[in-house]
């Protein structure tokens, strides 16, 4: 949802050809978009090479993306 509010509603990101984190194949369903908020500085993920997909996001991690992606400092 951060990239569709951002660029809008028809957007989609590249293909996803090379992944930007360990458990984040590029078979990944979401891996794209995953990568798109790595490229576009959102997300460094949970650490040690790993996005952690499957764990739930705080508020204060949604900050952080909310700021970074809207440039809100």
Do not use: H, K
Not at 17 to 46: H, K, M, Q
Not at 66 to 72: D, K
């Amino acid at each position: 949802f951060l990239l569709r509010s951002a660029e809008g509603a028809g957007y989609y990101p590249p293909a996803c050809t090379t992944t930007a984190f360990t458990d984040v194949p590029c078979s990944y369903w979401s891996a794209a978009w995953v990568n798109e908020l790595v490229v576009r500085g959102i997300t460094v993920g949970c650490g040690n090479g790993n996005y952690c997909p499957a764990e739930p996001v705080t508020r204060a991690q949604m900050a952080v993306f909310l700021v970074r992606t809207f440039n809100l400092q």
